[in-house]
């Protein structure tokens, strides 16, 4: 649309050396990007113990990497306390008061308020 507008306005052809400037830019700029995002994924899979950093290339067979085996675990607590077959905590901490107090609590002051 720029383009075309721009082609509107200076003649046909004008924004070709613009637009292979601005894709040379963000080219660039998502190079850049992409590299970034690579070596952080590196990083963790070497944090994670991973023998290759990039995945599975270097593992023998029926090996699974660690990150795997953490997302499965990760998934079946989850699975498994959706279905509600892990126990709740036993205490927790509360903010708050509970709500059979606060229920007591807002008629008293509706009470009050209305006849003081």
Not at 83 to 103: C, D
């Amino acid at each position: 649309m720029v383009v075309n507008s721009f082609d509107m306005v200076m003649g046909f052809g004008a924004a070709v050396p613009y637009t292979a400037l601005a894709q040379k830019a963000m080219s660039r700029h998502f190079r850049c990007l992409k590299d970034a995002i690579t070596a952080q994924l590196k990083h963790s899979c070497e944090l994670l113990g991973e023998k290759d950093g990039a995945g599975n290339s270097g593992l023998t067979k029926g090996e699974t990497p660690r990150l795997k085996l953490l997302e499965q675990s990760l998934r079946q607590q989850r699975a498994f306390h959706q279905m509600g077959m892990m126990e709740q905590e036993a205490w927790r901490p509360q903010r708050g008061l509970p709500e059979r107090s606060v229920n007591i609590l807002r008629a008293w002051l509706f009470e009050h308020f209305l006849h003081p």
